[in-house]
T-cell receptor, first 112, second 115 residues
């Protein structure tokens, strides 16, 4: 398996633009997680899905953030409109139940 | 609520020294899982180890060893004979079933190993 695949690896966008981050989890994993990493806040959970269903989105900072998982092999995290404070590295991870989560390479987002 | 504390923000050692990274956790759940991840300068997060709350056996994997003590709510990580390639940020994390096994991370410890 190729592991968790995220795209794009880097994204630079202007404030106010819509940003869509993509994730392909490992086949057979039933949980998918979106994390954000910043120097100030460290690694924080944004949302997670079990069997494609969003379970807890309490970590999503604002209504500008939304996430979907239309099927077991694809998820998106969308920010609309983006703001400079959204600049961070966004990680997607997948796991099977309580087993270890495997992370994608991350998307480094810069909003100018 | 779950909490993971890594009190050491940065550690610097000279190659071949042994180094221990501390991790203290808090949870009211009786079943939980503890993890260590490594984040090298390239930025990816690499899984190192997972332990469940019922297994307090210490584990050794090459130069790496882990000491899990429920009595002190600690899950410490020791690197023996450190190498420059060990330079990275190391994260301790906790998961429980009622949060979907989502990882709750500590702030991380940045380890610098110099020649």
């Amino acid at each position: 398996d190729a592991g968790v695949i995220q795209s794009p690896r880097h994204e630079v966008t202007e404030m106010g633009q819509e940003v869509t981050l993509r994730c392909k989890p490992i086949s057979g994993h039933n949980s998918l997680f979106w994390y954000r990493q910043t120097m100030m806040r460290g690694l924080e959970l944004l949302i997670y899905f079990n069997n494609n269903v969003p379970i807890d989105d309490s970590g999503m900072p604002e209504d500008r953030f939304s996430a979907k998982m239309p099927n077991a092999s694809f998820s998106t995290l969308k920010i609309q409109p983006s703001e400079p404070r959204d600049s961070a590295v966004y990680f997607c991870a997948s796991s099977y139940r309580a087993l270890e989560a495997f992370f994608g390479q991350g998307t480094r987002l810069t909003v100018v | 609520a779950q909490k993971v504390t890594q009190a050491q923000t940065e550690i610097s050692v000279v190659e071949k020294e042994d180094v221990t990274l501390d991790c203290v956790y808090e949870t009211r759940d009786t079943t939980y899982y503890l993890f260590w991840y490594k984040q090298p300068p390239s930025g990816e997060l690499v899984f190192l180890i997972r332990r469940n709350s019922f297994d307090e056996q210490n584990e050794i994997s090459g130069r790496y060893s882990w000491n899990f003590q429920k009595s002190t709510s600690s899950f410490n990580f020791t690197i023996t004979a450190s190498q420059v390639v060990d330079s990275a940020v190391y994260f301790c994390a906790l998961s429980v079933s009622n949060s979907g096994y989502a990882l709750n991370f500590g702030k991380g410890t940045s380890l610098l190993v110099t020649p």
